[in-house]
């Protein structure tokens, strides 16, 4: 079965959901939702955690939360196994509340955190829940505004600290900042998430991929890798085996065809575009310079030092 790609270090800030099973209803009382934010604020004390924002619809909820010590995975081992154990204990149920594993995805804060703040707190105003975000008690939206007092275990300076220096100034900033769009079309900012795994700039998800995903195989369990492991382009892979075997024209040529079609990830296309043959000849050239490399002993030590050097991992078309 498909599992997601966790990205964990101290410091990450992540948007979080997490769906009831077969889209049931996970909070179905007042004193559910309660007892959910008391975990909440457990989970600060006991793992850390740093809750920003917050929203319970009735099946789902929305987090914005930072890891400080990068513990995610215990963090919402807590959140979700303890809230399902108390609805299932107070209903004499059993099995599952949730759907699946958490949706956990990876945030630039300085990019994203202010357009997530207002996605989750406009929750309920996009399923016409009630007209005001104000008007929704089980969001962290009237913390924000002044409506509520902050709890100790909430987080409000990191995203206030956008919206100016005093408190009246930041209320007033951040409450026309989230209404601004209410009854008009404006953009997700979920739907810029790359792989269901990371949202930011392309610094950040640059930095991402080189410092946590370099270097790791594709793994068919985790189907995203293939798209977010850093590939050695074409042009690289040409360029390294051009220094290795520029002597011997012909050899160079056919290793730079099996290495782009073991490694780049790039289509047998465009392979053979570069290479000036078609598709089916990246195959057949492929496959004839792989049973030689297997059979040479010093030919397959050249390779596999070119393999090590560029940090490929495999991504066979």
Request: proline share 3%; net charge positive; with cysteine.
């Amino acid at each position: 079965m498909a599992r997601a790609l966790r990205i964990t270090f101290p410091g990450a800030f992540y948007h979080l959901t997490s769906r009831g099973n077969e889209r049931k209803a996970v909070f179905k009382s007042n004193r559910d939702r309660e007892k959910f934010l008391e975990y909440l604020e457990s989970a600060t004390q006991r793992y850390d955690a740093v809750i920003h924002t917050y929203c319970l619809m009735d099946n789902h909820y929305h987090l914005l939360l930072e890891t400080p010590v990068g513990n995610l995975a215990q963090i919402m081992r807590h959140i979700n196994g303890a809230y399902t154990t108390y609805f299932n204990t107070k209903r004499m149920r059993s099995g599952h509340l949730f759907q699946g594993r958490y949706k956990a995805i990876l945030v630039d804060v300085d990019e994203y955190v202010k357009e997530l703040s207002r996605y989750i707190h406009l929750n309920p105003v996009r399923a016409k829940m009630v007209e005001k975000p104000e008007d929704y008690k089980w969001s962290s939206y009237r913390f924000f505004v002044g409506k509520e007092k902050v709890p100790p275990w909430l987080n409000t300076e990191l995203i206030m600290g956008y919206f100016g220096s005093g408190k009246v100034e930041r209320i007033n900033k951040y409450s026309r900042f989230i209404n601004s769009i209410v009854g008009r079309k404006h953009n997700n900012p979920l739907e810029n998430v790359v792989s269901s795994t990371l949202l930011g700039s392309e610094g950040f998800i640059s930095y991402i991929k080189k410092t946590f995903l370099n270097g790791m195989a594709p793994n068919k369990d985790i189907p995203v890798l293939k798209h977010l492991i850093p590939r050695a382009t074409i042009q690289e892979i040409s360029d390294a085996v051009n220094g290795a075997f520029g002597e011997d024209v012909q050899l160079a040529r056919i290793i730079k065809i099996y290495l782009c079609r073991e490694f780049s990830g790039e289509k047998l296309k465009d392979i053979g575009e570069h290479a000036g043959i078609t598709e089916s000849g990246v195959v057949h050239a492929s496959n004839r310079i792989a049973g030689k490399i297997k059979a040479n002993k010093n030919l397959r030590r050249q390779v596999e030092r070119l393999v090590r050097d560029l940090k490929l991992s495999k991504f066979k078309t």
